[in-house]
């Protein structure tokens, strides 16, 4: 039985008195210890108490000094996430702690709040180092930009898909849309290199003297050279969809860092096939007249 207890700065332990060792590992030899009545007599601890075998716990459980316990949630038709913020609206309107009790969110949610302030901090740094790398390859800041504004047109289409495919959001589809964005930026340069080589090479004939003349040019390097752009769209998703009908260890993690590169490609091509040349057309084309009689009489005045 417990007398006492002694406090160690947060730990707290009894203190108790029982029998020898020897008596108590045996049940037939603890019901045979004598005990003392008032009268003197000696009784058989047997005869005063029913004996019973309870299997008790096997260790307490400590967290920073403290004594904790735990309870288990299975979720199923809602995400993480999701759920501990509507249950901690809840328990902050009805639950009220006694002093020295703390309430923690741990498990999956743990790990998604962790894997979220990561991607806080690399989502802007990736897209920094795509924007750098892309300024170092053009050279112009207004070509990097149109790179970079199919980036958006590539993220509708990644949320479209997990949209359809039913996925929430989690650390694995974070991970996906930052592969997205590299994707992305890769399909805009090979256009954009495309456009750059066909105003050149109107420019070095003497050929690009009005807007007419530049949308000519950019016609020309959009339809010649479309065959190579879909085919690296069409090597990114075809890779891609054995990932998103795959199964076994990883696949639940796998499928969601593709679909939103599948989905977010797809966008992205479109942008990239028709927004981006218009976008190009407005960029290079406002210095130029509309037409080439414009240009010749500019000439000629």
């Known amino acids: 039985m417990n007398v006492s207890q002694t406090v160690e700065g947060l730990e707290r332990y009894p203190i108790n008195i029982r029998y020898s060792r ?13 005990v003392s009545t008032p009268g003197g007599a000696q009784i058989p601890l047997g005869q005063l108490a029913a004996f019973e075998i309870r299997k008790g716990p096997p260790s307490i ?12 949630i299975d979720l199923d038709g809602v995400d993480v996430g999701t759920y501990v913020s509507e249950a901690k ?19 999956q949610y743990e790990y998604l709040e962790r894997a979220a302030k990561r991607l806080l901090l690399i989502a ?8 750098l790398l892309l300024y170092v390859n053009f050279r112009r800041v207004s070509d990097t ?36 964005m590299g ?37 020309d390097g959009a339809t010649d050279r479309a065959r190579p752009l879909l085919m690296t769209v069409a090597s990114d998703v075809i890779g891609l969809l054995p990932i998103m009908w795959g199964a076994g260890t ?31 057309a407005l960029v290079h084309g406002w210095r130029l007249p509309r ?10 005045t």
């Open 22 to 34: 020897e008596l108590r590992d045996d049940l037939s030899s603890l019901q045979r210890v004598l």
């Open 61 to 72: 459980k400590t967290e920073n000094a403290r004594p904790n316990a735990w309870v288990y």
């Open 250 to 280: 990883g696949s639940e993690t796998m499928r969601r860092i593709a679909a939103p590169m599948v989905g977010g490609v797809l966008t992205a091509t479109l942008a990239t096939l028709i927004v981006l040349p218009i976008v190009y």
């Open 183 to 219: 994707l992305t930026a890769e399909t805009g340069v090979i256009m954009l290199l495309f456009l750059n080589q066909a105003r050149a090479r109107f420019l070095a004939e003497g050929r690009l003297r009005s807007r007419s003349d530049l949308w000519d040019a950019i016609v």
């Open 291 to 300: 037409q080439p009689e414009e240009a010749s009489a500019e000439l000629s």
């Open 145 to 180: 930009l149109m790179v970079i504004g199919c980036i958006p047109f590539a993220l509708v289409g990644g949320f479209v898909l997990l949209w359809l495919l039913d996925y929430d959001l989690s650390a694995a589809v974070g991970a996906g849309f930052l592969a997205l």
């Open 124 to 131: 802007p740094i990736t897209l920094g180092i795509i924007v």
């Open 89 to 107: 609206q809840i328990l902050a309107e009805s639950l009220e702690l006694p002093a020295g009790y703390t309430l923690t969110w741990s498990g």
